[in-house]
Protein backbone atom coordinates (compact mmCIF):
# COMPACT_ATOMS: atom_id res chain seq x y z
CA UNK A 1 0.00 0.00 0.00
CA UNK A 2 2.95 2.54 1.04
CA UNK A 3 4.64 1.56 -2.19
CA UNK A 4 1.56 2.45 -4.23
CA UNK A 5 1.37 5.86 -2.78
CA UNK A 6 4.71 6.79 -3.07
CA UNK A 7 4.37 5.98 -6.79
CA UNK A 8 1.19 7.82 -7.44
CA UNK A 9 2.20 10.65 -5.63
CA UNK A 10 5.70 10.80 -7.93
CA UNK A 11 3.46 10.45 -11.56
CA UNK A 12 1.67 13.66 -9.95
CA UNK A 13 4.79 15.17 -9.59
CA UNK A 14 6.09 14.02 -13.10
CA UNK A 15 2.27 15.18 -14.79
CA UNK A 16 2.72 18.58 -12.93
CA UNK A 17 5.74 19.28 -14.50
CA UNK A 18 4.75 17.90 -17.84
CA UNK A 19 1.94 20.62 -17.69
CA UNK A 20 4.03 23.01 -16.44
CA UNK A 21 6.43 22.69 -19.62
CA UNK A 22 3.50 22.50 -22.34
CA UNK A 23 2.21 25.77 -20.57
CA UNK A 24 5.51 27.17 -21.28
CA UNK A 25 5.91 25.92 -24.44
CA UNK A 26 2.28 27.08 -25.51
CA UNK A 27 3.03 30.45 -24.40
CA UNK A 28 6.19 31.00 -26.02
CA UNK A 29 4.63 29.80 -29.28
CA UNK A 30 1.21 32.19 -29.10
CA UNK A 31 3.97 35.31 -28.04
CA UNK A 32 5.29 34.54 -31.34
CA UNK A 33 1.75 35.14 -33.28
CA UNK A 34 0.91 37.99 -30.95
CA UNK A 35 2.94 41.11 -29.96
CA UNK A 36 1.49 41.36 -26.45
CA UNK A 37 3.08 38.08 -23.89
CA UNK A 38 0.08 36.11 -22.50
CA UNK A 39 2.09 34.39 -20.27
CA UNK A 40 2.56 36.16 -16.96
CA UNK A 41 -0.19 34.24 -15.39
CA UNK A 42 1.74 31.56 -14.21
Known amino acids: MRF???RIRF???IFD????VK?????????LFKTENECTSI
Not at 17 to 20: A, D, G, V
Open 23 to 31: FMFFCGVRS
Open 17 to 20: NITE
Open 11 to 13: FIY
Open 4 to 6: SHI
